[in-house]
Nanobody, 120 residues
Framework: VQLVESGGGLVQAGGSLRLSCAASGFTFDDYARGWFRQAPGKEREAVSCISSSDGSTYYADSVKGRFTISSDNAKNTVYLQMNSLKPEDTAVYYC??????????????WGQGTQVTVSS
């Protein structure tokens, strides 16, 4: 069971990035799939989630309207399109399977994450 996040980088405020999370060893869309982030000195927080049942999507208020989560089940991969990036979006981003998008249990261990740095 493995999760590999990629797509992070350094971008100026207002720019865009597309993160990918490739899963192997299990069927990712059997689970809710969540994106999380952890900024230096802060706790990890949920950013977005896509449900397994009907593909409903959920976003933290801080990213609503700017980020879009999607999945390609054939590739066992989930994406996070991030537009209009702000310096406060700077963090390491992680993905994880969850039992549900609302307070669901997070399964497995965290991957290595992908660093997103937004300069002002």
């Amino acid at each position: 069971v493995q999760l590999v996040e990629s797509g992070g980088g350094l971008v100026q405020a207002g720019g865009s990035l597309r993160l990918s999370c490739a899963a192997s060893g299990f069927t990712f869309d059997d689970y809710a799939r969540g994106w999380f982030r952890q900024a230096p000195g802060k706790e990890r927080e949920a950013v977005s989630c896509i449900s397994s049942s009907d593909g409903s999507t959920y976003y933290a208020d801080s990213v609503k309207g700017r980020f879009t989560i999607s999945s390609d089940n054939a590739k066992n991969t989930v994406y996070l399109q991030m537009n209009s990036l702000k310096p406060e979006d700077t963090a390491v981003y992680y993905c994880a399977p969850r039992s549900s998008c609302h307070g669901g249990v997070i399964f497995g261990s965290w991957g290595q994450g992908t660093q997103v740095t937004v300069s002002s």
